[in-house]
C-alpha cells in the first residue's frame, strides 16, 4: 500500500463519514490542530520517559484518545450513518480519567501563589507547548459543537486536556530537580524616559 493516493491534490479530502470537504475547511483545522498536539506528546513523552515512566504511560494512553478525538471530529454528526456515530462515539470516562490524574499530580506539588513562564526542563518546557497547542485545538473544535457538528465531549476533553498538561508541566518539572521560573512584573518607567536603554 502506497503512502500517497493522489486523491487530494486538487486540494480536498474526505472525512470518516465519506463526504469530501475542501481541505481549509473548519473540521479539518481541527483536525490539524488535534494532530499537533498529539505529535508534541510524542516529543514531551520521550523526554519524560527517564523522568518519570508512569507519566510517560500517561501520556501515551492521551495520544491514542486524542485518536478517538480526531475520529469524532472527522465524523460530522449531521452527515454521518449511525453506524459509523457509534464506531467513534468519545465517552466521558475519558475526562474523568484525567482528572483523576491531575489530582494525584496535584497532592504531591506545592501550591501555586505566582503566575510561572514556561520552564521547568526539557520534559515540563515540552507538556507547556502542548498546553498551549492544544487551547489551540481547543478553540477550533468548539465551533463545530456549536453547529451540532461535534459531539460537545470532545471540547470538554481538550478543556480538561490542558488542565492536566499545565499540572503535567510542572509535574516533570518537580521530577526532574528543576525550578520554575516565575513572572516577574516590569519595573516602572523612569520618569521622561522612553524606557530605551543608553
Same mark, same amino acid.
Not at 506545592?110 to 507547556?128: E, M, V
Not at 460537545?152 to 510542572?170: E, I, M
Not at 516533570?172 to 521560573?181: N, R, S, V, Y
Given at each position: 500500500?502506497?503512502?500517497?493516493?493522489?486523491?487530494?491534490?486538487? @486540494?480536498?479530502?474526505?472525512?470518516?463519514?465519506?463526504?469530501?470537504?475542501?481541505?481549509?475547511?473548519?473540521?479539518?483545522?481541527?483536525?490539524?490542530?488535534?494532530?499537533?498536539?498529539?505529535?508534541?506528546?510524542?516529543?514531551?513523552?520521550?523526554?519524560?520517559?527517564?523522568?518519570?515512566?508512569?507519566?510517560?504511560?500517561?501520556?501515551?494512553?492521551?495520544?491514542?484518545?486524542?485518536?478517538?478525538?480526531?475520529?469524532?471530529?472527522?465524523?460530522?454528526?449531521?452527515?454521518?450513518?449511525?453506524?459509523?456515530?457509534?464506531?467513534?462515539?468519545?465517552?466521558? $470516562?475519558?475526562?474523568?480519567?484525567?482528572?483523576?490524574?491531575?489530582?494525584?499530580?496535584?497532592?504531591?506539588? #506545592?501550591?501555586?501563589?505566582?503566575?510561572?513562564?514556561?520552564?521547568? @526542563?526539557?520534559?515540563?518546557?515540552?507538556?507547556?507547548?502542548?498546553?498551549?497547542?492544544?487551547?489551540?485545538?481547543?478553540?477550533?473544535?468548539? #465551533?463545530?459543537?456549536?453547529?451540532? $457538528?461535534?459531539?460537545? $465531549?470532545?471540547?470538554?476533553?481538550?478543556?480538561?486536556?490542558?488542565?492536566?498538561?499545565?499540572?503535567?508541566?510542572?509535574?516533570?518539572?518537580?521530577?526532574?530537580?528543576?525550578?520554575?521560573?516565575?513572572?516577574?512584573?516590569?519595573?516602572?518607567?523612569?520618569?521622561?524616559?522612553? @524606557?530605551?536603554?543608553?
Amino acid at each position: 500500500m502506497k503512502i500517497y493516493t493522489k486523491t487530494g491534490d486538487a @486540494g480536498a479530502s474526505s472525512l470518516y463519514s465519506g463526504e469530501r470537504r475542501p481541505k481549509d475547511d473548519a473540521v479539518f483545522a481541527a483536525l490539524g490542530d488535534v494532530d499537533e498536539v498529539n505529535s508534541i506528546l510524542g516529543l514531551a513523552r520521550e523526554h519524560a520517559r527517564s523522568l518519570d515512566p508512569g507519566l510517560a504511560a500517561q501520556l501515551e494512553g492521551i495520544q491514542s484518545r486524542l485518536l478517538d478525538v480526531g475520529s469524532a471530529v472527522a465524523t460530522p454528526l449531521p452527515s454521518s450513518s449511525e453506524h459509523k456515530l457509534q464506531r467513534v462515539a468519545f465517552s466521558a $470516562a475519558h475526562t474523568q480519567q484525567l482528572e483523576q490524574w491531575i489530582d494525584e499530580m496535584s497532592s504531591q506539588l #506545592p501550591p501555586l501563589t505566582q503566575f510561572i513562564l514556561p520552564s521547568g @526542563g526539557l520534559a515540563a518546557a515540552t507538556l507547556h507547548v502542548a498546553r498551549s497547542v492544544c487551547r489551540r485545538a481547543e478553540r477550533a473544535v468548539v #465551533p463545530l459543537v456549536r453547529c451540532e $457538528a461535534t459531539d460537545a $465531549a470532545v471540547a470538554v476533553y481538550l478543556n480538561r486536556l490542558s488542565d492536566y498538561l499545565f499540572t503535567a508541566a510542572r509535574y516533570a518539572a518537580l521530577k526532574a530537580g528543576e525550578p520554575e521560573t516565575v513572572w516577574f512584573k516590569a519595573p516602572a518607567a523612569t520618569p521622561g524616559g522612553d @524606557g530605551a536603554s543608553a
